[in-house]
């Protein structure tokens, strides 16, 4: 079944550590794309790739980190430096270049200790 | 640059009864539109989309949006709710210049008996 599968659904994170969130696609899709969602603000773009070893910064990329190294797969690590990591993270795929609807995973909501 | 408003925090509605949910974008140039639908603790799923063509648009489970580009604007409808359309729904708006998409914060529809 095609889809998008991220893990873990619910996450910690200690004061000073770095946490990864994965996301893995059986799509076949190039594009993929990482958001942060707060309540009452919407969904803001962290990164994006559109293919395998590329990738560019979002609106809010201070404190992420990504890579792109298979088709597949698009790992967001949330590092000490974001000091307000606290948030619903979801993470989207899009078949083309730009103006595709976009499909979502069911994200992982990241947590404070 | 492009913005998206969604001009309704929340919309509280009976079952049955229709419903319009507002939105209005801000771009400079060509426009693709897209409605989201996003139930607790899960991701987003696609109601409906403009690319072009017809500017009455109808989606999935009821749902449709008329495109107005002189007003600028992309509002949902659907003629009867029903309690399982309780739900937070997004308008998103993306661009030939920009090609990324940028959401509106979200309207929460609350349908009761």
């Known amino acids: 079944d095609g889809g998008i599968t991220q893990s873990p659904k619910y996450l910690f994170r200690k004061e000073g550590q770095n946490v990864t969130l994965s996301c893995e696609q059986n799509l076949n899709h190039d594009a993929m794309y990482w958001y942060r969602q707060d309540p009452g603000q919407g969904l803001r773009l962290i990164y994006y790739s559109q293919i395998v070893n590329d990738f560019q910064k979002g609106d809010i990329a201070e404190g992420y980190s990504v890579s792109r190294e298979k088709k597949e797969s698009f790992p967001l690590t949330v590092t000490s430096a974001q000091k307000n990591p606290t948030a619903f993270y979801l993470c989207?795929?899009?078949?083309?270049?730009?103006?595709?609807?976009?499909?979502f995973g069911d994200g992982t909501r990241l947590s404070i200790l | 640059a492009q913005s998206v408003t969604q001009l309704d925090s929340q919309v509280p509605v009976f079952e049955e009864a229709p419903v319009e949910l507002r939105c209005n974008y801000s771009?400079?140039?060509?426009?693709?539109l897209f409605w989201y639908v996003q139930y607790p603790n899960q991701g987003l799923q696609l109601l409906l989309k403009y690319l072009s063509g017809s500017t009455l648009v109808k989606g999935i489970n009821g749902f449709e949006a008329e495109f107005n580009k002189s007003q600028t604007s992309f509002h949902l409808r659907k003629p009867s709710v029903h309690i399982s359309d309780t739900a937070e729904y997004f308008c998103?708006?993306?661009?030939?210049?920009?090609?990324?998409?940028?959401f509106g914060a979200g309207t929460r529809l609350a349908v009761h008996p």
């Open positions: 989207a795929t899009e078949r083309g270049s730009g103006h595709q609807p976009q499909h």
């Open positions: 998103a708006v993306s661009d030939a210049q920009y090609n990324k998409l940028i």
């Open positions: 771009s400079s140039v060509s426009v693709y």
